[in-house]
């Protein structure tokens, strides 16, 4: 089998067009055309360039429908990427809205606390003066 293997790499150039022709359905390449098809074209005169002429067209054929086959089995992964793709962005758009309101309430509740904290420090401010005033009262008042 490896002999075979080289053989037809060492021919060809290449074992992957002929792996691709043999067991995917691919046309092979125009480099890759026998030499007993040449010369039976050769032979055949200008019936055999209309022939050839027919057969380019019939290669092109095969190839534009293999390349349509190909994208058709390539559109369901493609597909089935943006839809994993939109789950995901739709999870994180979830996971972002949690987010800003879980920040949105932190800064309420920071707000609130610096306001009852100023308001504290402002009534504390005011019954220390009060009860420095108290104490300078009773100082005085012998």
Do not use: W
């Amino acid at each position: 089998m490896s002999s075979r293997r080289y053989l037809i790499s060492t021919v060809a150039g290449s074992y992957l067009p002929i792996h691709m022709t043999l067991h995917h359905g691919y046309p092979p390449p125009e480099s890759v055309v026998s030499s007993d098809d040449k010369i039976s074209e050769e032979a055949d005169g200008n019936s055999g360039s209309d022939d050839g002429a027919l057969q380019g067209e019939l290669r092109a054929i095969a190839n534009a429908i293999c390349d349509l086959k190909a994208q058709q089995q390539t559109f369901p992964k493609v597909e089935t990427a943006l839809s994993s793709i939109e789950t995901r962005i739709s999870r994180l758009e979830k996971n972002m809205e949690t987010a800003l309101n879980s920040i949105y309430t932190l800064v309420q509740l920071q707000t609130g606390m610096n306001s009852g904290l100023n308001r504290f420090k402002e009534e504390a401010n005011q019954q220390l003066s009060l009860i420095k005033s108290y104490l300078e009262l009773d100082r005085q008042s012998p």
